[in-house]
T-cell receptor
Framework: NAGVMQNPRHLVRRRGQEARLRCSPM?????VYWYRQLPEEGLKFMVY????????ESGMPKERFSAEFPKEGPSILRIQQVVRGDSAAYFC?????????????FGPGTRLLVL | AQSVTQPDIHITVSEGASLELRCNYS??????LFWYVQSPGQGLQLLLK??????LVQGIKGFEAEFKRSQSSFNLRKPSVHWSDAAEYFC?????????????FGAGTRLAVHP
């Protein structure tokens, strides 16, 4: 049973380019969370999605960042016009349900470096 | 607002020694508490979680944690550390976001193990 998959694992972008990060949840999971980990810090919640719906995007920067989780295919975190401050590790987690007791399973992360 | 504090940024122990990693949380109601471990370049793996009931929780890899409401703490312990336990450990709190499990993480404790 494959775990949460993220790709690419490493992504290098120049300032002003776009970054697309993909997350395939575990089989049977329809709940996806995205977190960002800045260097030497813990993970910070960005957004919570269910299939075709954004439930909570309170942790997303207001501009340049967007997320989607279509009916078919992976969840996408999109960062437009990247800046150096976007350099971080981006993790997604999936769960089978939304209840507090549901375990979130994390992917290996995408490490974004903005030059 | 909810928050998690891990007072120790780095801890070094000798192999075979006991370990205790501290975690304090701030949350008015009964929290849902988690400990995750992150190996270098990897995603997060759940060690254990507490929702209710017995305040001493057993997890994987020989870890346990004790919930102490009076001290707002959820410290992680292991009686005898192995070299493979060297990693970063994150405490997290959930259960406050109205039905889904948005997690707030501490900044992490990096554990080094001496042979």
């Amino acid at each position: 049973n494959a775990g949460v998959m993220q790709n690419p694992r490493h992504l290098v972008r120049r300032r002003g380019q776009e970054a697309r990060l993909r997350c395939s949840p575990m089989k049977g999971h329809s709940h996806v969370y995205w977190y960002r980990q800045l260097p030497e810090e813990g993970l910070k919640f960005m957004v919570y999605l269910q299939k075709e719906n954004i439930i909570d995007e309170s942790g997303m920067p207001k501009e340049r960042f967007s997320a989607e989780f279509p009916k078919e295919g992976p969840s996408i975190l999109r960062i437009q016009q990247v800046v150096r401050g976007d350099s971080a590790a981006y993790f997604c987690a999936s769960s089978a349900g939304e209840e507090y007791q549901e375990t979130q399973y994390f992917g290996p992360g995408t490490r974004l470096l903005v030059l | 607002a909810q928050s998690v504090t891990q007072p120790d940024i780095h801890i070094t122990v000798s192999e075979g020694a006991s370990l205790e990693l501290r975690c304090n949380y701030s949350y008015g109601a009964t929290p849902y508490l988690f400990w995750y471990v992150q190996s270098p370049g990897q995603g997060l793996q759940l060690l254990l979680k507490y929702f209710s009931g017995d305040t001493l929780v057993q997890g994987i890899k020989g870890f346990e944690a004790e919930f102490k409401r009076s001290q707002s703490s959820f410290n992680l312990r292991k009686p005898s550390v192995h070299w493979s336990d060297a990693a970063e450990y994150f405490c997290a709190v959930g259960g406050f976001s109205g039905g889904y499990n948005k997690l707030i993480f501490g900044a992490g404790t990096r554990l080094a193990v001496h042979p």
